[in-house]
C-alpha cells in the first residue's frame, strides 16, 4: 500500500510539473493576406507574440510569402518599415498599426514592407521588383491576419494522460 501511495504521489507530482511547468509564452503562428487595389493578392506566414493589448503582434519571422498563389523568396530577415535594422517588425490583427519589413537579406533592398516608410506621408504597402513591384497606400480593410489552431505539445498531452492513469490508480486503490 506504501509503494502505491508513493507512486501514486511521485507521478501526480510528474504530471503537475508537466502541466504547470509549460506556461511560458510562446510565439503565435498567423496566416496573412492583402489584397492591392489592382487585385493582386500577397499571402503567407508570421510567427510573433500578441502583446496584452490583444490586437499588436511583434513579428519574429516572415515565410512562405506567395503572390498569386506563386511562391516568392523566403524573407529571413524581418524589421521596422522605416528601415532601422533590429528594430521590431510589428503588425496588428486590425491593420491600422503596421510596420513590417521582411527582406531578403540585411541590406533589405528586396522583400515586403508595409508601414510608414520614413518619409512622413502614411502607410504605404510596398514590394521590390522580385515581390511583384507593387506600391500604394495601404488599405486595412484589404489587410487580414488570423490565428493558426495551435496543436497541443506533447508534454501537456502527456500529462493528462499521466492524470488519468493516477486517477484510475486512486479508484482501485479504494476498492482494495
Same mark, same amino acid.
Given at each position: 500500500?506504501?509503494?502505491? +501511495?508513493?507512486?501514486? @504521489?511521485?507521478?501526480?507530482?510528474?504530471?503537475? +510539473?508537466?502541466? #504547470? !511547468?509549460?506556461?511560458?509564452?510562446?510565439?503565435?503562428?498567423?496566416?496573412?493576406?492583402?489584397?492591392?487595389?489592382?487585385?493582386?493578392?500577397? +499571402? /503567407?506566414?508570421?510567427? /510573433?507574440?500578441?502583446?496584452?493589448? !490583444?490586437?499588436?503582434?511583434?513579428?519574429?519571422?516572415? #515565410?512562405?510569402?506567395?503572390?498569386?498563389? *506563386?511562391?516568392? $523568396?523566403?524573407? $529571413?530577415?524581418?524589421?521596422?518599415?522605416?528601415?532601422?535594422? @533590429?528594430?521590431?517588425?510589428?503588425? =496588428?490583427?486590425?491593420?491600422?498599426?503596421?510596420?513590417?519589413?521582411?527582406?531578403?537579406?540585411? *541590406?533589405?533592398?528586396?522583400?515586403?514592407?508595409? !508601414?510608414?516608410?520614413?518619409? @512622413?506621408?502614411?502607410?504605404?504597402? *510596398?514590394?521590390?521588383?522580385?515581390?511583384?513591384?507593387?506600391?500604394?497606400?495601404?488599405? =486595412? =480593410?484589404?489587410?487580414?491576419?488570423?490565428?493558426? &489552431?495551435?496543436? &497541443?505539445?506533447?508534454?501537456?498531452?502527456?500529462?493528462?494522460?499521466?492524470? @488519468?492513469?493516477?486517477?484510475?490508480?486512486? =479508484? *482501485?486503490?479504494?476498492?482494495?
Amino acid at each position: 500500500m506504501k509503494k502505491i +501511495t508513493t507512486f501514486l @504521489g511521485f507521478f501526480t507530482g510528474t504530471t503537475l +510539473t508537466l502541466l #504547470m !511547468g509549460n506556461t511560458a509564452a510562446s510565439a503565435a503562428s498567423f496566416n496573412w493576406s492583402y489584397t492591392t487595389a489592382g487585385g493582386s493578392i500577397y +499571402t /503567407g506566414m508570421l510567427d /510573433g507574440n500578441i502583446q496584452s493589448n !490583444g490586437n499588436t503582434i511583434n513579428v519574429t519571422s516572415v #515565410m512562405m510569402s506567395q503572390l498569386n498563389g *506563386s511562391s516568392l $523568396p523566403e524573407t $529571413p530577415i524581418v524589421r521596422s518599415s522605416s528601415g532601422v535594422l @533590429g528594430s521590431l517588425g510589428i503588425v =496588428s490583427l486590425n491593420g491600422l498599426t503596421m510596420n513590417l519589413g521582411a527582406c531578403t537579406d540585411t *541590406s533589405c533592398n528586396s522583400g515586403i514592407f508595409i !508601414g510608414d516608410l520614413g518619409f @512622413g506621408s502614411g502607410e504605404f504597402f *510596398s514590394t521590390t521588383a522580385d515581390f511583384g513591384n507593387d506600391f500604394e497606400t495601404f488599405e =486595412s =480593410s484589404r489587410w487580414t491576419l488570423a490565428e493558426k &489552431p495551435r496543436v &497541443p505539445e506533447p508534454s501537456a498531452t502527456l500529462a493528462f494522460v499521466g492524470l @488519468g492513469l493516477a486517477a484510475v490508480a486512486k =479508484s *482501485s486503490l479504494k476498492k482494495q
